[in-house]
């Protein structure tokens, strides 16, 4: 069985829920590791009040004992602290006029999921569409994610983030070892490691805030640590490069992906593009250069993996764009939800973790095994073989 996870949960409701299926038994979980990547996603210069609402923890329900995966489903939930304050609105049935009624959310914000979602599911009340399509959901991807990271970490296998681009401000290219990319851009508000760039992301997030407008921007994922050969040229679907773009695009706002050096690729020649083959006795096949981003042929070639995400702003402007009544077809503005201004430096955080569930995955299905042993066992044996090539 390939690895899996399901998420539920609305974000004013009680609590998000994710089932893992197809771990393997004997993986030592980092509980507090685990809620790390949980917090640092709810940072970054830009969130709402929403985020001082919540202290996202998670906890494991299911599939762990004495902090050891039993090879059964993990299940995990994420409470929403914030339930507390819904709770009559998300309960009770509203009556005209009543506090819940007011609630009601019926002018589509032009941007979410709100006027498509309640057209397909023949919803008037747009809030049971908002509810769902909120990138809270991304609280429980990044807890399902962080187990994936901790397996992958057991063999070796880093994971960083970064914000390259808010707005029209472009952070310098950081030359850093994957360690201390970690852990400079831990410390900025807006995750890069380039201070110029950081005040100057900082004051365009505020500008833009203060304008009642909202700002998107650029992420990067890089990988380290990877064996040659995950994924596969065989089939379409189990190319890994084109597994990562759906898992990045699918997270709420991403609207681009790019693999290496992306869309540069089409404007520079094939001799500036390709990667040239090297082999030392020491470092065995390698390249000269990584702009293939860590992929040829929808496998890795040993090289870091290095993925871009373009993060849309967020649709829900406190100066909102026009829209129209549900129910009288009257033009009127969008509803106004609370909201962030931007969101860029949390959604890195999103973007490593869907990025890295998808390598997990991908890794178990080349190594796999029940057990931490039976993987480090074959991950082992394949290393030989490709020494030995
Ligand atoms: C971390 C994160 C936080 C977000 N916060 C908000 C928000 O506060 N308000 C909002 O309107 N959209 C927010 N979004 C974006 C919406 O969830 C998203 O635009 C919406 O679900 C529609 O999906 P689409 O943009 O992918 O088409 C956020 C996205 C992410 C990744
Ligand atoms: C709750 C989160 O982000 C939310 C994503 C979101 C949206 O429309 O996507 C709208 C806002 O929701 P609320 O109205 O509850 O403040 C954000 O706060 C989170 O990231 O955990």
Redesign the pocket.
């Known amino acids: 069985m390939s690895l899996r996870y399901l998420t539920a949960g609305e974000t004013h409701g009680p609590q998000l829920t994710a089932i893992i299926e197809g771990l393997p038994s004997n993986l030592e979980l980092d509980f507090e590791a685990l809620n790390f990547q949980l917090q640092r996603?709810q940072k970054g210069h830009g969130r709402?009040r929403r985020m001082q609402i919540e202290t996202d923890t998670a906890q494991i329900v299911g599939g762990v004992r004495h902090g050891r995966t039993t090879g059964a489903p993990v299940a995990v939930i994420v409470e929403n602290k914030d339930w507390k304050h819904w709770t009559s609105v998300m309960n009770i049935e509203p009556v005209e006029g009543s506090d819940e009624a007011k609630r009601r959310v019926f002018r589509p914000?032009p941007?979410?999921?709100d006027l498509n979602g309640g057209l397909k599911y023949n919803l008037k009340d747009l809030r049971n569409v908002l509810e769902r399509?909120?990138?809270r959901e991304?609280a429980a991807r990044v807890a399902v994610g962080a187990i994936a990271r901790q397996l992958l970490a057991a063999f070796g296998i880093k994971v960083a983030g970064h914000v390259v681009s808010i707005g029209e401000v472009v952070a310098a290219t950081p030359n850093l070892s994957i360690d201390e990319l970690i852990s400079v851009t831990e410390e900025s508000p807006v995750r890069v490691a380039d201070k110029d760039a950081e005040q100057k992301m900082i004051e365009l997030i505020d500008r833009m805030k203060s304008e009642g407008d909202t700002i998107g921007g650029v992420v990067e994922c890089i990988i380290t640590g990877l064996p040659v050969g995950l994924g596969s040229h065989v089939q379409w679907d189990r190319k890994l490069d084109g597994r990562i773009a759906q898992a990045v695009v699918s997270?709420?706002?991403?609207k681009g992906v790019e693999v290496g050096i992306g869309f540069e690729a089409a404007r520079i020649p094939g001799s500036k593009v390709h990667d040239e083959i090297l082999h030392t006795a020491e470092k065995g096949f390698h390249r000269a250069s990584n702009r293939a981003g860590g992929f040829e042929g929808g496998m890795t070639t040993g090289e870091p993996i290095v993925v871009r995400g373009v993060?849309?702003p967020?649709?829900?402007l406190y100066k909102p764009l026009a829209s129209v009544d549900i129910d009288t077809k009257e033009p009127f503005t969008a509803q106004v939800?609370r909201?962030?201004a931007c969101?860029v430096p949390?959604?890195s955080v999103?973007m490593e973790h869907v990025v890295t569930w998808e390598v997990a995955k991908a890794f178990l299905e080349k190594f796999g095994g029940d057990s931490i042993e039976e993987i480090r066992a074959n991950l082992d044996n394949y290393i030989r073989q490709v020494e030995a090539y």
């Open positions: 996603r709402g914000r941007g979410h999921a399509s909120s990138a991304t997270i709420n706002a991403f993060m849309k967020i649709p829900t939800e909201s962030d969101a949390a959604a999103v």
